[in-house]
């Protein structure tokens, strides 16, 4: 008789997220919904809330003038993302995300997301992703430009 393989290892319980305040987050921009934003069920689909992330991230890296989408030797690759969900968003529905960094690395950077229904004290979701930093041509890590380090510095929440 043979010994079956052992079965993997239960994952660790990971704590419940919990919905954040306003003041967790450094910068806000407002995103408006879309009627093709909301699914099946009258509520925007889990999907478009990693689209506003990216949205709130990027739009701010651009008005910073440290990302330039066309032609910069730089690009932020994702390498990670993940999203709670406390309360449903719909349209019509104006957005406020929230931005914070949470990790600065030599070459990459968590960002943290939290979107909040208009006048609402806690978000309605959160999540974060991951910015790996690489040559857009070879997509091999460099270190962040000390223009992105220094604006990304910014959104650090203190200590």
């Known amino acids: 008789m043979s010994a079956s393989p052992a079965a993997p290892a239960p994952l660790a319980a990971a704590a ?16 408006g919904t879309r009627w093709m934003d909301n699914d099946v069920y009258g509520h925007v689909n889990n999907v478009v809330y990693y689209s506003w992330f990216d949205t709130a991230v990027n739009a701010w890296l651009i008005e910073r003038g440290v990302l330039d989408i066309h032609h910069g030797q730089t690009i932020g690759l994702v390498v990670e993302t993940q999203c709670h969900y406390f309360a449903p968003l719909a349209f019509p529905q104006t957005i406020d995300a929230g931005l914070r960094v949470a990790r600065l690395g030599q070459s990459s950077v968590r960002y943290e997301v939290g979107l ?23 997509r091999r890590p460099r270190p962040l430009p000390e223009k992105l380090r220094q604006a990304l510095e910014s959104l650090c929440l203190p200590d």
């Open 16 to 31: 419940r997220a919990a919905p954040q305040t306003r003041d967790a987050y450094r910068v806000f921009r407002q995103i």
């Open 116 to 138: 909040f229904a208009r006048d609402e004290p806690l978000c309605a979701a959160c999540g974060h992703f991951v910015h790996v930093y690489v040559g857009r041509e070879d």
